[in-house]
């Protein structure tokens, strides 16, 4: 079972180059960020044609969250839980049905937080703060499941390829980065990291200031998986080559793959 996560920067601007790699790389199952559509407006038959069932948290102009999945899924949820004020469509789950085992998946876009200090980067703890919660009860039900999405963290240095230029941003103040720590440390097991730990590897690329022709990039984009995900998983990578593309999103796919 591939899962994959990719924000896709806004489903109008991106489906033809979504479409596309759905078509090359057949992933089982997607989860998406940043759709910035809401639920009756985004364009489910593209994705029903090619055998995937979709679900979608969205919201008009901003954020939105979605699943593609070409196993069944039970038990939809959304909304990240501890905030019955939030309307901020950034938390999507499900149950997908494998052919060995069932895995619960969390899709999240994490607030970006800026400008630090202020209001959204308080948002920004608070909302990790309800992540945690959140991480802690998976982690108590011991069974396989994953948070997979784009996390507006770069958790150490070598996940920058200018890590000065970032001290003060809220994706890699200290803050963040200890509230991010604090969601690993309960257990979880970051995949991309655990076959690949070597520095260099990014998941975002700005499109300002030519960052992908320097390879200006930061690594945002994360799975995180209980104990009993991750003795599931066999191997994860990155589709940095996707940056290339014509009218590329900002991010690119991060995936994992499970013997589920």
Known sequence: MRIATFNINGIKARHEALTAWLDEATPDVVLLQEIKSVDEGFPRELFEERGYNVETHGQKSFNGVAILS???LEDVTRGLPGDDEDEQARWIEATVMGEKTAVRLCGLYLPNGNPAPGPKYDYKLSWMKRLKARAEALMELEEPALMAGDYNIIPQAEDAAKPDSWREDALFRLDSRDAYRRVLNLGFTEAFRTRTPAPGHYSFWDYQAGAWQ????????????????????TDSGIEKELRGRDKPSDHVPVWVDLDA
């Open 70 to 72: 070409k196993l069944p």
């Open 214 to 233: 320097r390879n200006n990039g930061i690594r945002i984009d994360h799975i995180l998986m209980t104990p009993q995900c991750a003795d599931l998983m």
